[in-house]
């Protein structure tokens, strides 16, 4: 039965709960031995919880036993990346400086989690405070894709989808900066949701760069990622950017994409900036192939004209790493977190500060933290970030503009499929920031993005965007429903169906000397 249970989507499961054809602990209990028998390999997880799991797994049982209104997910397992505060649960942002904190308070993400009833299996690995995308850049070891042991998960939210794709759990949360959903979900043949920016509070998300981070929902189906979207969206008041718009119906959207017909005279608008001609031969075919399954069942396929996109990558590698400088400047070993004194010479904050820093951050979050304070220097902040905001408005405009001619814009979402390790180490750094050219896009604008799985490229999962006007995260869900269902028809099952479930026991050295 445990296999059984971890084979089930969300809503499967949930189904299965209200109707009293197992418990969440059952449930629970599969995932967390699903969980220890291949996290050996994977390297999902950064911390498990399986008494407390399993403790919110017993009260949803016996409240739905005593016949108690619960929410329709109450009892499903989730995963959470470990950017999430979490109270009583290790947070660390994947980074040596937090490498024992223990939070006191929960983010407003992990309370609605928690209120609703979804047990917190654990937390999952990522890029330190999620500057990377390939979960190497992790101080605690990298994680491996469940598709190929060989290859990574993206990141920086890797952990989070290859808990989701190597059926450790149902649902995942992780957050996008610059494509950190979805580009890892492209990867492992999982949904990854960018919803528009402040729809879901950021408050308790350790933040890398303010104006550009969302927490996003992760699943196997487009249904999955709507019903946990749908749980954590809504106002905070905590949160300054949260919007008090009320929140769509996502799961009535998959319904209605679902139906025969649904993309009947549904304009995609293929970005000329971001065609396919850009992309490896084996993603470009996968990609043409789902968009020949939506013309073919009614949609109109028109190409639309971004200009600015040129301009995009490097406005955003100029605003995101000024942000995160000024959001890395708490960590100075006076507060919280780790404190190194120096070896020589007098203690002061200075000196502490400087020792704590260079022995608590690693190469990539420092690279960027330079890069950043440099943009923000005196002398420097008109010319580079002054000037990449306005960048950032050109490229708000032209989304304007191209939604006039389609309601949603397709991209592949990255241009290979999963990489080998090792590519950190031996590629120039901004060789790797140029996959994240279609996603980045969407976090500059504001606007919601999803990746769901296109199909396969030797072997390889390959990711389909869809980008959507603000708050219109919905049109995201009704043709992303379509699409999948187009897909997983034509190909006779779902993609992520085709993931491999056993692990050789010697990949876990593999990834770590890569």
Partial sequence: MSNDLTRLTAAQLS???????????????????????????????????????????????????????????????VSVKDVVVTEGIRTTAASRILEDWIPPYDATISTRIKDAGLPIL???????????????????????????????????????????AAFQAPLSVGTDTGGSVRQPAAFTGTVGVKPTYGSISRYGIIAMASSLDQVGPMGRTVADAAALHQ???????????????PVPDFLAAVEAGARDGSLTGKRLGVVKQLSADDYDAGVRTAFTAALDLAQAAGAQIVEVDLPSLSYALDAYYLIMPSEASSNLARYDGMRFGLRVEPESGPVTAETVMAATRAAGFGAEVKRRILLGTYALSAGYYDAFYGSAQKVRTL?????????????VLVTPT?????????????????????GDAATIPANLAGIPGMSLPAGLADGMPVGFQLLAPAKQDARLYEVGAAIEALVSDAAGAPVWAGVPTEYAADAASTTTSA
């Avoid at 190929?148 to 989808?161: E, F, I, K, L, Q």
């Avoid at 749980?231 to 718009?245: I, N, Q, R, V």
């Avoid at 490229?395 to 309601?407: G, I, K, L, S």
Wanted: net charge negative.
């Fill in 395 to 407: 490229v708000q405009r032209d989304f304007a503009a191209a939604f006039e001619q389609a309601d």
């Fill in 122 to 164: 654990g937390k999952t690995n990522m890029d330190e405070f999620a500057m990377g995308s390939t979960t190497e850049h992790s101080a605690f070891g990298p994680t491996c894709n469940p598709w190929d042991t060989t290859t990574v998960p993206g990141g920086s939210s890797g952990g989070a989808a290859a808990s989701a």
């Fill in 414 to 434: 990255t241009p290979t499929t999963a990489l080998p390790f090792g590519m950190e180490d031996d590629a120039d750094p901004m060789a790797l920031y140029l």
């Fill in 15 to 77: 189904a299965g709960l209200r109707a009293g054809e197992y418990s969440s602990e059952d449930v629970t209990r599969a995932h967390l031995d699903r969980i220890e028998q291949t996290d050996s390999v994977l390297g999902s997880f950064l911390t498990v919880e399986p008494e407390q799991a399993l403790a919110t797994a017993r009260d949803v049982d016996s409240r739905r036993a005593a016949g108690e209104e619960l929410h329709p997910y109450a009892g499903v397992p």
């Fill in 231 to 245: 749980l954590l969206a809504g106002h905070d008041p905590k949160d300054s950017t949260s919007l008090s718009d």
